[in-house]
């Protein structure tokens, strides 16, 4: 069931800073939660690198694992097995200082800005927090500390002693930024930091993150359920699938080539907000719901409801295999669903071609012989 | 065509500890036969609170204090109990925002569609048990006989979001208000439920009000379109239109801050500055001037009507977007994070009157 791909060689030991690099490695990570006497996969063998300076997304549907994968990723939950590696070293090796040092700079913005927040203390010592826990900064300083990051996420600084409750959602979620900020973290797992704000809110805050990262040099990994935000937002984008990483792709190349099926499936889902694209587009309706990650299906986890299952996807695991450029899949089919869909139109171009051509026919060129197929 | 559904002037208002809650403040509405009509807006700005009053199920303590409401020639405020009872159901029928508290969860689900049959008059007790698997099956739950049986907390998000529109088609209605029927369902499962929407809309000439704050998903299945803010209608008109050429600067501003899955990428999201307006307490004039990019003098004064800005097309704004020069130098201008200065004191205003509720 273990499976090696080329992505999952783990990362060299001289670790070089710099674009590119891998800043957070996850090789083969695993996370269970006991459910009575079953076992929730929530997490089920994922090896995964975020680069140093990027954003990665990464998308799924509601219960597939990305906020556990969070969890894990930001050590405020063990992994039950694998290997994490940020900056090249082994959490499982990080002990004292080293390990304090590395909790500093991996930080996470939580996905309910109104449950994250204690309701009775005030904003100034929420931001502050950290600080205090980590020993850094004491009184004026850290007042002085707290008001800049607040300005610095479009706060007002004189709001420092108000409470979590006089502040509206978009503003609690800036709250939360500016906490994670505080230590001047370089890694940042933003656990869908905008689905629970009003549409017109949600830009404010994705063009402060985008804003934050040039300023301070973040490193994001971008979880959400909205592929739309999601794109916007990344380089990269890795789709996950019951506790499985099926496709990690450039934004743009995943868009316009997806190579498995459920990333097909789930970017012709998507509407758009364009009442001319969407007469003309048919989603590929996907049947049945998501199965469940105490009986995961064998295998391919999506050949249940994959429209091109064949017999081999419920009987070998398909592995994590690069496809070029960095764009991996996880399917024994995978680009074979978007190439049909392509061919799909393609034919349904020549036919209309042909129709065009028989319709002409009588006034047409001379001596031109309508094509027959 | 002859509207099915109009509602006129519609006025309804909470009265809490902090003073009255206008959540919808004057709504004109017109719903034809067959059509399919999507009305958006975000959190707070009536969409809910319409429906209800159209079917007259506004919770305590809110009342309807001004308007009509006409469906097909008759006065639905001044129906007695008897006539509301058919009405609900057999004309107009509505799926709620949150299908686990609409769905009872000791009964088994075709026992609850069956009684939302015997309690209206269209089908006889024996022809409401029976329509029951052919219900289930025209929302494509399969095993339709055997799922019939089961419980709420045995079916899926999905399903029972499915097993909600069988409930409300049970009395082929013929209006059907859906009150964001896949907010909270994963986007394979809304377009499942979207699609069937479609089909119910072709197949059986239902017409269709879908609220919900996606735009994406208005553009997806519906041929008229209503912008909601602060319980008023700021925008409405053909979808192509409304999408293509956005007259309202909120409409126009909405349309340009949610990021679309076909975007080129490298653009910057033009941001919505401010907060939504506390219905306790609405600014003067237009009541969208404290968050628009593009007022004029009249704005901060006189609030707009309703004025026609091309064939069917309506924009309550003393701008038209067509009129401004170049809209998206503005934009390009704007500073990326914008101080909230005064956002807090907002807040508090707003804060007082939800926790009086
Ligand atoms: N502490 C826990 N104990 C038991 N099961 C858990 C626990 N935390 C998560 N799970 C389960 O693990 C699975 C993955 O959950 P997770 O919250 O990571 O999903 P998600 O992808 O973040 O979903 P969403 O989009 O709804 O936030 C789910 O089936 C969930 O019920
Ligand atoms: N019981 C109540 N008491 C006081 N105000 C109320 C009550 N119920 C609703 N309101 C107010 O009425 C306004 C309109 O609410 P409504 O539910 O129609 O909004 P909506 O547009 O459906 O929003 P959402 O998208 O969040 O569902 C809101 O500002 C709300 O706070
Ligand atoms: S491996 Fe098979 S079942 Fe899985 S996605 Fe690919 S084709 Fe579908
Ligand atoms: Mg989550
Ligand atoms: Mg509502």
Redesign the interface.
């Known amino acids: 069931m273990q499976q090696q791909s080329e992505a999952a060689a783990a990362p060299s030991s001289a670790w070089a800073a710099g674009k590119g690099s891998a800043l957070m490695s996850l090789r083969d990570v695993y996370k269970q939660f006991p459910s009575g006497r079953q076992t929730v996969r929530a997490v089920d063998g994922v090896s995964l690198d975020v680069l140093q300076g990027e954003t990665l997304g990464l998308v799924g549907e509601s219960g597939c694992g990305k906020s556990t994968l969070g969890r894990v990723v930001t050590q405020l939950q063990p992994a039950t097995a694998g290997s994490i590696f940020f900056e090249g070293k082994d959490l499982a090796a990080l002990h004292g200082e080293d390990l304090r040092q590395m909790r500093r700079r991996v930080q996470m913005i939580f996905q309910d800005p109104y449950g994250s927040l204690n309701p009775r203390m005030t904003v100034g010592n929420i931001i502050g927090e950290p600080l205090r826990n980590f020993g850094l900064a004491h009184g004026k300083e850290r007042d002085r500390q707290v008001q800049e990051i607040m300005r610095v996420c479009g706060l007002n600084p004189n709001f420092n002693n108000r409470y979590p409750h006089e502040f509206s959602g978009g503003q609690r979620q800036r709250i939360g930024i500016a906490r994670s900020l505080i230590l001047r973290p370089n890694f940042i797992v933003a656990d869908e930091p905008i689905s629970a704000l009003d549409v017109s809110i949600q830009a404010q805050i994705i063009n402060l993150l985008e804003q934050l990262q040039d300023d301070f040099n973040l490193t994001y990994l971008f979880i959400a359920h909205d592929l739309s935000v999601v794109r916007h937002l990344s380089d990269r984008v890795a789709v996950m699938y019951l506790g499985v990483i099926v496709e990690v792709a450039n934004s743009l190349e995943l868009y316009d080539n997806p190579l498995h099926p459920y990333t097909t499936a789930l970017l012709q889902s998507i509407p758009v907000p364009d009442p001319v694209i969407e007469k003309d587009r048919t989603p590929i309706i996907l049947s049945g719901e998501i199965p469940s990650p105490i009986n995961p299906p064998s295998a391919c986890r999506f050949h249940t409801r994959c429209p091109i299952a064949q017999p081999i996807c419920s009987e070998v695991r398909p592995e994590l295999l690069d496809y070029g450029n960095g764009h991996l899949a996880a399917c024994h089919f995978a680009g074979k669903l978007q190439g049909s869909l392509a061919e799909k139109v393609a034919e349904e171009s020549v036919a209309e071609i042909r129709a065009a051509i028989v319709a002409d026919e009588p006034g047409g060129v001379d001596g031109a012989t309508p094509v027959t197929a | 065509m002859p509207a099915i559904l109009e509602v006129k002037g519609l006025k309804t208002q909470f009265l809490v500890r902090g003073g009255v809650v206008r959540a919808v403040d004057g709504i004109d509405l017109r719903v034809n036969r067959g059509e399919t009509v999507g009305i958006v807006g975000?959190?707070g700005s009536g969409k809910s609170m319409t429906a209800l009053s159209i079917l007259r199920l506004v919770p305590e303590p809110g009342k309807i204090v001004e308007g009509s409401i006409t469906f097909d020639g008759r006065d639905v405020l001044a129906m007695n109990r008897d006539e509301l009872r058919k009405f609900r159901g057999n004309d107009v029928s509505m799926i709620f925002q949150d299908p686990m508290s609409s769905l009872n969860p000791v009964l088994k689900v075709g026992y609850q569609i069956e009684e939302a049959m015997k309690s209206h008059d269209r089908f006889s007790a024996e022809e409401s048990k029976s329509r029951v698997p052919m219900l289930l099956r025209r929302v494509r739950i399969p095993d339709a006989d055997r799922r019939a049986k089961e419980f709420p907390h045995q079916f899926?998000?999905?399903?029972r979001q499915r097993a909600m529109i069988a409930m409300g088609l049970s009395n082929e209605p013929d209006v059907l208000i859906a009150d964001e029927p896949t907010t909270a369902l994963?986007?394979?499962?809304?377009?499942?439920i979207?699609?069937q929407l479609r089909d119910l809309n072709r197949e059986l000439g239902t017409a269709i009000v879908l609220i919900t704050?996606?735009?994406?998903?208005?553009?997806?299945i519906c041929t008229w379109v209503v912008v909601m803010y602060a319980g008023r209608v700021v925008e409405q008109g053909p979808?192509?239109e409304i999408?293509?050429s956005p007259q309202h600067p909120y409409t126009w501003?909405?349309?340009r801050?949610?990021?679309?899955?076909?975007?080129k990428?490298g653009g910057?999201?033009?941001?919505?500055?401010g907060?939504?307006p506390d219905l306790t307490n609405l600014p003067p004039g237009c009541k969208f001037h404290p968050?628009c990019r593009f007022t004029v003098d009249r704005c901060f004064t006189e609030e707009p009507d309703l004025f026609n800005v091309g064939p069917q097309h309506e924009s309550r704004c003393w701008v038209q977007m067509d009129n401004v020069p170049d809209p998206d130098s503005d934009l390009r201008e704007a500073p990326?994070?914008?101080?909230?200065?005064d956002?807090?004191a907002l807040?508090?205003a707003g804060?007082e009157s939800a926790a009086a509720v």
């Open positions: 975000e959190s899926s998000g999905g399903m994963d986007v394979t499962v809304q377009a499942q979207l699609q704050h996606n735009m994406a998903v208005v553009a997806n979808t192509a999408f293509r501003s909405l349309l801050s949610i990021p679309r899955i076909d975007e990428l910057k999201l033009l941001t919505i500055s907060l939504p968050r990326v994070v914008p101080l909230e200065e956002a807090g807040v508090i804060e």
